[in-house]
């Protein structure tokens, strides 16, 4: 078992995206569970007719995928959340994930109970892949992907054509529901130019007289005072 967790260790940090990783492997294993167990899949899509009994679903959405956009989903986020994490570094891409997930999450969910008559689902890496494509197209404006091999787009096209994908896929239900879907593009220019997270998470926090180091550094202290009262 333990030779096990050190394998995983090495192959999550080996390119320095373990997040990236990690969310790619949550994802895999959701669909395996979801094919021998149904519900598992709705324990973890986030809908608005069942929130109020499932709140986690609010964050856990992302994990809820199909096989085939699983396969492009995990490509894109790979080759796009790869490239951010490294970056940013793993902290601050974390927190950039959590919050674009939630946000989005969140105003989809109200625009859908104020506008929307019926249920309404979200499930799937690519909502928050299309604020993620959108972040990563702002910090690496000039770089240019061949697209199907053959047509040469700039990543902020590429940005815009998932935006407008993912604007329209909700748009049916109604025209803010498609707004809602993009509102955590908002949330990337926290991360992003002026942003007050642009220099990283761990930058804002010294500048506000806070280390992430300090507060591991106090919970290693009660650790060890807990431990020795224990003996």
Not at 90 to 101: A, E, H, P
Request: charge should be positive; glycine fraction near 8%.
């Amino acid at each position: 078992m333990r030779r096990f967790v050190q394998e995983l260790k090495y192959f999550l940090y080996k390119d320095f995206i373990p997040v990236t990783k990690g969310l790619i492997l949550a994802g895999v294993i959701t669909l395996f569970l979801s094919l021998f167990y149904r519900p598992f899949f709705d324990l973890l899509s986030l809908s608005s007719a069942t929130l109020s009994r499932y709140p986690w679903t609010i964050i856990t959405y992302p994990l809820a995928n199909q096989g085939i956009s699983l396969i492009f989903a995990a490509l894109w986020l790979w080759f796009t959340g790869g490239s951010l994490e490294r970056t940013w570094g793993s902290l601050t891409y974390g927190i950039f994930l959590f919050l674009v997930t939630l946000v989005t999450g969140l105003l989809i969910m109200l625009v859908s109970w104020v506008f929307v008559p019926l249920p309404v689902k979200a499930a799937g890496f690519w909502l928050p892949l299309t604020s993620l494509t959108w972040a990563w197209a702002e910090i690496f404006r000039d770089r240019e992907l061949l697209f199907w091999g053959l047509i040469p787009v700039k990543s902020q096209w590429l940005a815009w054509i998932l935006a407008a994908m993912t604007f329209f896929s909700y748009s049916h239900y109604h025209f803010l529901l498609g707004a809602a879907s993009l509102s955590g593009i908002g949330v990337v220019y926290l991360f992003c130019g002026r942003g007050p997270f642009s220099r990283g998470f761990r930058y804002w926090l010294w500048q506000r007289g806070f280390s992430v180091k300090g507060w591991t550094d106090r919970f290693r202290k009660k650790e060890k005072n807990h431990l020795r009262r224990v003996k």
